[in-house]
């Protein structure tokens, strides 16, 4: 059973950078899993960030980047506003056709 | 513009069978590249992928949900249904079709498009 790991919380200070991270169970996380990265906030529907790694999903402000740092995946929130808090969720293309979400992280920006 | 909305019942008794329906709009499930997706978040928890169904008719399942789940579309109305048999408390969740856009490149997708979500609540 593939395990997709990620932080369950993290703080950042108003105007401060975070980076999350996505990485599995067992081995490292490369480019071919095309990491994509989704931002929920409480009682909403998820929002698509980026995919293939670091490719911004349309709308996205350029302050969300998504990377490979060492074995796992990575998104990078620079200039943290108030509205950045909210549950963030990697997922994994794992081939054939399945996907796997990671645990998601809470954010809070305080 | 793509709009999605998922139906069905909000209370299912333990041991039946649960359907789900996307009704999209927006795009059609005969141009290729395109599928759509099931997931659901149970309440308070992850988000986790269940299903998709591609352009062609192809699919796939989660392998710890497989024997349980059928996914179809109807292509002529525009919805992607999902049957879940046995259901279990443990199948509470919100649950969330998604428009996914197909690379050729390299076989993957992503979640592009969301609906609002259905609740459903396995209770006797």
């Known amino acids: 059973q593939t395990v997709v790991t990620q932080e369950p919380s993290f703080s950042v200070s108003p105007g401060g950078t975070v980076t999350l991270t996505c990485g599995l169970s067992?081995?490292?996380?490369?480019?071919?899993?095309?990491p994509s990265w989704y931002q929920q906030t409480p009682g909403q529907t998820p929002r698509t960030l980026i995919y293939?790694?670091?490719t911004r999903s349309s709308g996205v402000p350029d302050r969300f980047s998504g990377s490979i740092l060492g074995n796992k995946a990575a998104l990078t929130i620079t200039g943290a506003q108030a509205d950045d808090e909210s549950d963030y969720y990697c997922?994994?293309?794992?081939?054939?056709?399945?996907?796997?979400f990671g645990g998601g992280t809470k954010l809070t920006v305080l | 513009q793509i709009t999605l909305k998922e139906s069905g019942p909000t209370l299912v008794k333990p041991t039946q069978t649960l359907t789900l329906t996307c009704t999209f709009s927006g795009f059609s499930l005969t141009t290729s590249r395109v599928g759509v997706a099931w997931i659901r978040q149970p309440p308070g928890k992850a988000l986790e992928w269940l299903a998709l169904i591609y352009w062609d008719d192809d699919k796939r399942y989660s392998p710890s949900l497989k024997s349980r789940l059928i996914i179809t579309k109807d292509t002529s109305k525009n919805q992607v249904v999902l049957t879940m048999t046995n259901v279990d408390p443990v199948d509470t969740a919100t649950y969330y079709c998604a428009h996914i856009t197909y690379f050729y490149s390299s076989g993957s997708y992503y979640f592009d498009y969301w609906g609002q979500g259905a609740g459903v609540t396995v209770s006797s």
């Open positions: 997922v994994l293309y794992m081939n054939r056709g399945i996907s796997v």
């Open positions: 293939n790694t670091n």
């Open positions: 067992s081995g490292s996380v490369s480019s071919t899993h095309y």
